[in-house]
């Protein structure tokens, strides 16, 4: 059995995946709204990975014999002035969920389950790759974001990107 206090901070981080998911979406509908399909596509990946880090978890509850319960998800913004202005937020947004996989950590460690903290270990990992990922595009974004030369190359460096089911745990 999970305890029930970390069985609600599961389900609390399955929402903010689940959320982070449709925020990707949203800009992936801006992307194409623009006309960027390299961006696009980027946003594909990253809302893959998000869906895959909501069901990693939304099993490892039900491993434990916890209850999952889905909870509302809350509207993504849908208007970004660039794409400087997106992947500024999406940094901003990963960092929130760090904290977040660090405040359930905490969670975990209260209430002395061992299994839960090393099964969240590989969260933590991947929030310092995604953090960096992000962090590498604005820094392109930054220096080019006036040259439209520039943007297209970016956009077809981006088209690259593919997902690749990750191994949670
Ligand atoms: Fe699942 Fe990008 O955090």
């Not at 399909?37 to 978890?57: I, P, S, T, Y």
């Not at 809350?74 to 002035?81: I, R």
């Not at 901003?92 to 389950?113: C, F, G, P, R, Y």
């Amino acid at each position: 059995m999970m305890n029930e206090k970390l069985e609600k901070a599961f389900n609390d981080q399955i929402n903010a995946e689940f959320y982070s998911e449709y925020l990707y979406l949203s800009m992936y509908a801006y992307f194409e709204r623009i006309n960027l399909q390299g961006f696009k596509n980027w946003m594909d990946v990253q809302r893959q990975e998000e869906r895959a880090h909501a069901m990693g978890m939304f099993n490892y509850v039900h491993e434990r014999g916890g209850k999952v319960k889905l909870q509302a998800i809350e509207q993504p913004d849908t208007e970004w002035d660039s794409p400087l202005a997106v992947f500024e937020a999406v940094l901003k947004h990963e960092q929130l969920v760090t904290s977040k996989i660090n405040a359930l950590m905490d969670v975990a460690d209260e209430v002395k389950d061992r299994a839960a903290v090393s099964f969240l270990d590989w969260y933590l990992k991947e929030q310092v790759e995604e953090e960096a990922n992000v962090g590498n595009v604005l820094k392109t974004l930054k220096m080019i974001c006036n040259d439209a030369n520039c943007l297209y190359m970016l956009d077809k460096e981006l088209a690259t990107r593919t997902f690749v089911a990750p191994v949670i745990g």
